[in-house]
């Protein structure tokens, strides 16, 4: 299985809702990154929340890290329809990065 | 500055044929790094070079794949020949540190998106 899964698989919301994604892991990281991928466009990167970190907030995206349960989660405050894209968390030990599947997030106008 | 930037955005090519990626990484960085992500499922590690160098190509899925990267700075990835399950978007990535350590950040490109018929 994935070092790094996402949960759910694909959220469809209306526009101003909240949405969260979460993502757990196996083994230990030194930290953990979310990316974006908009359709047929490349990997953008959204926030890196270090080991020693439990929270990180960055505009209206807020990652919170449990080391302890090896899960992290991705929230985004009104949702916009351009935030819809796939999200991916990425986990990273020492020198590699390591993708889980991505949440499809739909946002409706 | 300058990001990570791929080339072509997007190729089209026939079974059996030689497809060749290039990845300029940011101006400095030393680790450059290639990703795949077949078709609905995970983007996964390829290889990361350190330089020009080959650091760790365990990713690499078969012996029709062969990265470069002259002179530490851009990099190629060719496939020769192609088979119809290359197709997918592959990814590069550099960071001025090895990604893992604890503050390294890894920027990507756009991405190349293969279609192999």
């Known amino acids: 299985s994935q070092q790094g899964e996402e949960d759910p698989q694909a959220l469809s919301i209306q526009e101003g809702e909240n949405a969260t994604m979460n993502c757990s892991y196996k083994t230990s990281i030194n930290n953990l990154q979310w990316y974006r991928q908009n359709s047929g466009r490349g990997l953008v990167h959204l926030i890196l929340?270090?080991?020693?970190?439990r929270e990180k907030h960055s505009g209206r995206l807020r990652v919170t890290l449990d080391t302890s349960k090896k899960s992290s989660s991705l929230l985004i405050t009104a949702s916009r329809a351009a935030d819809t894209a796939s999200y991916f968390c990425a986990t990273a030990r020492y020198q590699k990065v390591t993708f889980g599947t991505g949440t499809k997030l739909q946002v409706i106008p | 500055e300058a990001g990570v930037t791929q080339f072509p955005s997007h190729s089209v090519i026939e079974k059996g044929q030689t497809v060749t990626l290039r990845c300029d990484p940011i101006?400095?960085?030393?680790?450059l790094y290639w990703y795949r992500r077949v078709m609905g499922k995970e983007i996964k590690f390829l290889l990361h070079?350190?330089?020009?160098?080959?650091?760790?190509e365990s990713g690499m899925p078969n012996n029709r794949f062969l990265a470069e990267r002259t002179g530490g700075t851009y990099s190629t990835l060719k496939v020769q020949p192609a088979e119809l399950e290359d197709s997918g978007v592959y990814f590069c990535a550099s960071s001025q540190d090895r990604i893992g350590r604890l503050y390294t950040e890894a920027f990507f490109g756009q991405g190349t998106r293969l279609t192999v018929v």
């Open positions: 070079f350190v330089k020009e160098s080959k650091q760790d």
């Open positions: 101006s400095g960085h030393d680790n």
């Open positions: 929340i270090r080991s020693n970190e």
